[in-house]
């Protein structure tokens, strides 16, 4: 079993900042990529960016030049740096992990339990 912990959500004005992040633990297994997605109410969950253990990264157009991905590998760790933040970018971020566990085939995804961001006008 792989556990997500996120932290780093909250409330924020528009123009501001806030740094996202996501700690797997568990034992036995290995991290493929990890992921950010974010879901309002009602609303799909959507990808807002993703890097690989090497290191590539993709980003959401909407996000594009205001948020940083980064990952700590030696502490399982992934980061999203958010800046210029704007009112629609409120939402529950999600972190997901994919993983290869060791004795089995293929990989499996593992979610966080959401962190709530907020960005007021």
């Known amino acids: 079993q792989v556990q997500l912990v996120e932290s780093g959500g909250g409330l924020v004005q528009a123009g501001g900042s806030l740094r996202l992040s996501c700690a797997a633990s568990?034992?036995?297994?290995?991290?493929?990529?990890m992921a950010w997605y974010r879901q309002g109410p009602g609303n799909q969950r959507d990808l807002v960016a993703v890097i690989t253990t090497g290191g590539s990264t993709n980003y959401a157009d909407s996000v594009k030049g205001r948020f940083t991905v980064s990952r700590d590998n030696a502490k399982n760790t992934v980061y999203l740096q958010m800046n210029s933040l704007k009112r629609e970018d409120t939402d529950v971020y999600y972190c997901?992990?994919?993983?290869?566990?060791?004795?089995?085939?293929?990989?499996?995804?593992?979610w966080g339990q959401g962190t709530q961001v907020t960005v007021s006008s």
């Open positions: 997901k992990a994919v993983v290869q566990i060791v004795g089995m085939r293929g990989e499996y995804d593992y």
């Open positions: 568990g034992s036995n297994f290995a991290i493929y990529a």
